[in-house]
């Protein structure tokens, strides 16, 4: 079930007040037992089979979770915590990586004239596995370092891995943040109503108008065929590309917050304005918070962090950023972007150190930060070439014909010129935007704000591409 | 990668400086705006029976969309019209 489709809204429709009478009718638990019927079932329109994946995936880190509790001895607790991460990698290596590694090792084999094979196994893809199988490894990982005080039980395990808004897509939802949500009912007079609706809407907005046009009229033509079009064209569908994994993410991400918002639960911020960065650790700090911060509390500080000299620093910084591409998807092309970031940031933070008194990021003069951010922002755009293209020969393409500057233009309008430059300026307005309208919403009556909410979602339907597209980070 | 922030994750960030208000206000808010798109967007609601599995319940709400699409393209002069036409039978 995608997010911004008429099934959608009768499904949150349906749910939502049954489980606000719950609620209100003190049942807590019958509360979580209908959110988690409601996400298994919202999880079983792409596959009912792959749902048990899911299942069985909760129940496994459950199980772990039970075992660190009960554990009084360190080495035991660590052997859980060990088989518990081992075992989710495991599950995630094999449906996400099996093909691509038995592909690969089968090439090198044949090119050694070695006679044997792995044989290849046609796996599906469980939708949102790269999600739930981190938010299980934070489950017992926060639970072994004592960020979450006790082992919950297993329907809060489950509410929390399985929970709908951010069960395919994210965001990452860290255990110790969201399982003490649970441990009361949330408060039908205290809930988030003015920042649900604005993000859901702006989400909307952001998905069907903004990200849809760009990828069907502009960016998914200039990969497909990067030699038929001139440096204009792909130049415009670099940036085009960026606007929309942008638009389009961060949509997902917006709706889940706003959707969870309504129903009483908090998620983490997962975008702040990311083209605004004047530095690469700045954009990551702006960029999929929510893996970012999983990347660096889980593996980049675990690994060392900055904590054993400037070489061990660098590695660590590729290492967590190539491990970072190949979470997205098993290619070279993953592999390649999360190499040029990690190499980035370890040149930056090379540089940063010489140049001490450069001072951070905000604190510069602003012709300054007005060449940082734009220096920032390009060499983003250069690693959403390999991100976006099928293949590393696709993406070398592209690069090369963006030197061929004879060919006229034959995909840029100025309709999409202005979705580009939308995107890139709504970076730079106020970072209190929703305060602002949060202050006009309380000024307004009820009924009109749901008139207004009609009216929003009347013209963004008019405006709008395809709104049953699917949001890009579903295959990750 | 950031350096780590002594922020608490799971955030109030994005509540900050924002009233709450009771849930019940989001069901003013949805059944106007529902009320809103199904007067203005009947055709929607028409082209999502026509994607629904075939079955006869599906059968039978395709047939009520449609109706309801219908009824919803009536102008007001027609709507004007058939009131007329109906008061016409009644003073018979």
């Known amino acids: 079930m995608v997010f911004p489709t008429l099934n959608f809204l009768l499904f949150y429709l349906a ?8 609620v209100r009718a003190g049942r807590h638990n019958l509360h979580k037992l209908a959110i988690i019927a409601a996400s298994y079932f919202f999880y079983a329109f792409w596959s009912w089979k792959l749902a048990f994946v899911l299942l069985g995936s909760v129940i496994f880190n459950w199980g772990i979770g039970r075992l660190i509790g009960l554990a009084k001895r360190s080495a035991l607790r660590r052997a859980a915590l060990s088989l518990g991460v081992a075992a989710n990698l495991a599950l995630l290596g094999f449906f996400k990586y099996y093909g691509w590694f038995s592909e690969e090792l089968n090439a090198l084999l044949a090119s ?25 490894i934070s489950y017992i990982v926060d639970l072994f370092r004592g960020d979450l005080d006790r082992p919950r039980p297993l329907i809060d395990v489950m509410f929390f891995i399985s929970f709908f808004p951010h069960l395919v897509a994210g965001p990452i939802v860290r255990a110790a943040s969201f399982l003490p949500q649970l441990e009361r009912p949330p408060d039908p007079c205290r809930v988030f109503v003015s920042l649900g609706v604005l993000l859901i809407v702006w989400g909307v907005f952001k998905k069907a ?14 990969f497909f065929d990067p030699q038929a079009y001139g440096a204009v064209d792909l130049l415009a569908a670099v940036y085009g590309y960026a606007v929309q994994i942008y638009c389009d993410f961060s949509a997902y991400s917006d709706i889940a917050i706003g959707v969870a918002a309504l129903l009483g639960y908090r998620f983490q911020r997962n975008f702040n304005q990311p083209y605004r960065a004047e530095t690469l650790a700045d954009f990551w700090r702006r960029w999929h918070m929510s893996l970012s911060s999983w ?24 290492l967590t950023m190539v491990l970072g591409g190949i979470w997205h998807g098993a ?51 250069l690693c959403w070439i390999f991100f976006r293209a099928d293949n ?10 963006l030197g061929n500057w004879s060919q006229p233009s034959s995909l840029l309008t100025p309709f999409l010129a202005s979705l580009i430059a939308f995107g890139l300026a709504i970076q730079f307005t106020s970072p209190d935007l929703l305060q602002q309208l949060d202050r006009i919403y309380h000024r307004i009556p009820t009924w ?29 | 990668m950031p350096e780590p922030v002594n922020e608490p994750l799971g955030t109030l960030d994005l509540e900050r400086g924002m009233r709450p208000s ?36 599906s059968a039978w709400i395709a047939e009520r969309a449609a109706d309801w699409n219908r009824m919803m393209h009536v102008s007001p002069a027609e709507m004007f019209e058939s009131v007329r036409n109906l008061l016409k039978v009644e003073q018979r």
């Open chain 1, 331 to 381: 290619a070279w092309k993953f592999v390649i972007w999360g190499a040029l970031h990690g190499g980035a940031l370890a040149a930056e933070r090379m540089a940063s150190g010489r140049n001490g008194a450069a001072g951070p990021p905000g604190t510069r003069p602003p012709w300054r930060r007005a060449l940082a951010i734009l220096l920032t922002f390009h060499f983003v755009c």
């Open chain 1, 15 to 22: 749910l939502w007040p049954t489980a606000w009478a719950l």
């Open chain 1, 448 to 476: 009109a704000v749901g008139v207004l909410t009609g009216i929003a979602l009347l013209l963004i339907e008019i405006v709008g591409g395809d709104s049953s597209a699917p949001f890009i980070y579903f295959q990750f």
């Open chain 1, 112 to 136: 050694l004239e070695v006679g044997r094979e792995l044989p290849l196994l046609e796996i599906v893809l469980p939708i949102g596995i790269s999600f739930y199988t981190f938010q299980g």
């Open chain 1, 295 to 318: 990347l660096r509390d889980y593996l980049y500080i675990p690994l060392g962090g900055n904590r054993h000299g400037r070489i061990r620093t660098y590695a660590n910084l590729l």
């Open chain 1, 392 to 401: 590393t020969g696709r993406a070398l393409d592209v690069l090369t014909a």
């Open chain 1, 209 to 222: 108008v903004v990200a849809n046009w760009l990828a069907v009229s502009l960016v998914d033509k200039a």
């Open chain 2, 22 to 57: 009771p849930a019940s206000t989001f069901r003013t808010i949805a059944l106007n705006a529902v009320l809103l798109l199904l007067l203005f967007n009947s055709e929607g609601l028409v082209q999502w029976t026509q994607r629904l599995p075939s079955s006869p319940a």
